[in-house]
């Protein structure tokens, strides 16, 4: 019996861990939803064909930079025992406030608008930092793994192809729709961590 609750005790864990990097990772991809939709503004300046190969570019530099994160993250915990929980907490809340702002900004309201090839680079760096953030957070937060790499960059992937998909059709309302619920994802993640963090 005692072998059995332990068990389940694992499993519970797990599924927790999962959940929580798929719903932070979730919040980031929305970034990249958007990026994928505004991929079909460069068609000018890019050869037809590209933008679908500057967005699989673009995963490639995000799994690397969830990889940077990762390690980031340990050199924070050794540095700040005790009190690299709470400094990631934060970066998450910083993070989350910032995309929040970008969210509401005229320009992300108004995806009809031409970004062009430097919108596009500018959206994607900084699309880049949240994700090394993500990895950093994870590592201090103890969650970080193989499985949640994949899961994060699961994530990140679909969003491309979901932006990609509804950009080239112009279906803007399901994609101002699909971020703000993973943005509320991720600020309702967040929200737990936090109590989670508070209660030890």
Not at 110 to 117: P, Q, R, T
């Amino acid at each position: 019996m005692g072998n059995y609750r332990n068990a389940i005790g694992i499993i519970t864990v797990i599924l927790n861990i999962h959940i929580s990097v798929l719903l932070l990772s979730a919040g980031i991809a929305s970034d990249n939803l958007i990026l994928a939709a505004m991929s079909r503004n460069t068609a000018r300046v890019v050869k037809q064909g590209k933008p679908l190969l500057m967005l699989f570019m673009l995963l490639n530099i995000q799994m690397m930079a969830f990889i940077y994160g990762g390690w980031a993250g340990t050199v924070l915990k050794n540095y700040m025992p005790g009190y690299q929980h709470w400094f990631a907490l934060f970066m998450l809340i910083t993070m989350a406030v910032r995309m929040c702002r970008e969210w509401s900004s005229d320009k992300m309201q108004n995806m009809e608008i031409a970004f062009g090839l430097d919108g596009f680079l500018g959206i994607a760096c900084a699309t880049s930092i949240y994700v090394f953030v993500l990895g950093l957070s994870l590592k201090s937060l103890q969650i970080y793994s193989p499985t949640a790499y994949l899961s994060a960059m699961s994530a990140l992937g679909t969003m491309l192809l979901l932006g990609w998909y509804l950009g080239q059709f112009q279906k803007f309302r399901s994609l101002r729709v699909i971020q703000i619920i993973a943005l509320l994802m991720m600020v309702a993640d967040i929200s737990i961590l936090i109590y989670q963090t508070h209660k030890r």
